[in-house]
């Protein structure tokens, strides 16, 4: 028997076959097209999920399971989205509608940053690790905890959200209606708002040539290379970032002491660049500066499988 995971996105919607090495067989994949009604989408999730068996070459009745790893919050127990705002979801009966197009397999819902990080510790960066923490920086700030191989998600199924930890008082606002959040610093879409920012207050900063003289092509990677090529103005925007994410990594290790903590997403492509400013700043900054066993910060491997190889293995 197999499993599939499903990554549902806000712009794809991924399915993939996994085998018995947690190794993707098959996939299928199409448009979500948000917004549009649940069932319409859910609809696609289904013939998503017969793509990837016919890549496979096996039939649906060789499933076992489908995961589906959404954003926003789920309800486990009843099988809803309780709301996932990218979606504009709220109270779905996501688990039901599926089973109007298959209704012959066994469906999990969770998070989608709960799957990212459920694939790195069963199949990726954390193999091995007891309690392992996963971080995506991307749109947002994802994160989920995983201990003893299962997905730690609190009392109502919706913890885990490290990207709404405030690290500044009545800082920029948050689209969770918070000031300061963690995500709004530390996402790759805050690091580009902070890299446009630099941008227009310096301009002979060598990112406007990286840029081919167009503030909008500015991306993750602008004040990086621009770092890189020994621009001042770049420099000081990726210490800055660095130490934003950082702070937020300090948080973490006081709060939970995991084994581990990687960082996925487009940021974590550069590796002991981004690593090493944030171990030095958890050396100086941790709770347990003495501790013989101190929690290891690397980068995730599975890279966007993270999600399928992670949903696909979900159980509760």
Known sequence: MYKIGVDLGGTNIVAGVINSEYK??????????????????????????????????????????????????????????????????????????FHKYLPDIRVYLENDANC???????????????SFVAVTLGTGVGSGYILDGKVVSGCNDAGGEFGHMCIKF??????????????????????????????????????????SGDINKASGRTAFDAM??????????VE??????AIGTVDIV????????????????????????????VEKYRYTKYAKIQTEI?????GNDAGIIGAALVEY
């Open 298 to 302: 690397r980068c995730a491997s599975l």
């Open 24 to 97: 993707i067989i098959g996939r299928g994949k199409m448009k979500t097209n948000a917004p549009r009604p649940a069932e319409e989408i859910f609809a696609d999730i289904a013939k998503c999920v017969e793509m990837a068996c016919a890549d496979a070459g096996i039939s649906v009745s060789e499933v076992e399971s489908v995961g589906i790893g959404t954003p926003g919050s789920v309800v486990k127990e009843t099988g809803y989205i309780d709301f996932a705002n990218n979606l504009y979801f709220t109270n779905v009966p996501a688990v039901e509608i």
């Open 240 to 245: 800055t970032y660095l130490q934003y994410v």
């Open 170 to 211: 009545d800082g920029e606002e948050c689209n969770c209606g918070r000031r300061g959040c963690w995500e709004r610093y530390a996402a790759a879409t805050a690091l580009i708002r902070q890299t446009k920012a630099a941008m227009e207050a310096d301009k002979q900063s060598l990112m406007w040539e990286l840029c």
């Open 116 to 130: 990212a990080a459920l694939g790195e510790a069963i199949a990726g960066t954390g193999v091995g690790r007891k």
């Open 228 to 237: 890189r090529a020994g621009d001042e103005t770049g420099k000081n925007v």
């Open 254 to 281: 006081n709060a939970l002491q995991p084994e581990m903590i990687c960082f996925g997403g487009g940021i974590s492509n550069e590796g002991e660049t981004l690593l090493e400013p944030i171990r030095k700043y």
